[in-house]
């Protein structure tokens, strides 16, 4: 096992790509290409950014990714939002993520102070 793949910023960031994908499976065929594959897009990178970002050997290079997937996680917020407002997911469905999402953002946070 690599050392990224014990911390719990990275394990966080997989359930969220997993709560992504799960919702997204049941949006209307219609956005397959559009909105789906933005939104996989940006759920993969959070995780993808940390594992990367975490395996670096400057602490400016270990931030500097990690904000990258914040970055990616606040992408993903804004269009999981636009998903709520087109009634693709439910507000329960919205209400989960975010909380996943804030526990997450509140751990990253937590992670950059102790490198930087």
Same mark, same amino acid.
């Given at each position: %096992?690599? &050392?990224?793949?014990?911390? +719990?910023?990275? +394990?966080?960031?997989? *359930?969220?790509? !997993?709560? =992504?994908?799960?919702?997204?499976? !049941?949006?209307?065929?219609?956005?397959?290409?559009?909105?789906? +594959?933005?939104?996989?897009?940006?759920? $993969?990178?959070?995780?993808?950014?940390?594992?990367? &970002?975490?395996?670096?050997?400057? =602490? !400016?290079?270990?931030?500097?990714?990690?904000?990258?997937?914040? &970055?990616?996680?606040?992408?993903?917020?804004?269009? %999981?939002?636009?998903?709520? *407002? %087109? *009634?693709? $997911?439910?507000?329960?469905?919205? *209400?989960?993520?975010?909380?996943?999402?804030?526990?997450?953002?509140? !751990? %990253?946070?937590?992670?950059?102070?102790?490198?930087?």
């Amino acid at each position: %096992m690599f &050392g990224f793949q014990k911390l +719990q910023i990275y +394990q966080l960031a997989k *359930e969220i790509v !997993k709560y =992504n994908y799960k919702l997204t499976n !049941k949006f209307p065929s219609l956005e397959k290409y559009a909105l789906v +594959q933005q939104m996989n897009r940006a759920a $993969i990178s959070v995780p993808s950014n940390i594992a990367e &970002g975490t395996s670096r050997n400057s =602490n !400016k290079d270990k931030a500097h990714f990690i904000n990258i997937a914040y &970055g990616s996680l606040m992408e993903l917020v804004c269009q %999981m939002e636009i998903s709520l *407002e %087109m *009634e693709y $997911i439910d507000q329960n469905e919205y *209400e989960e993520f975010i909380a996943m999402v804030k526990n997450l953002s509140v !751990k %990253m946070s937590n992670y950059l102070k102790t490198i930087v």
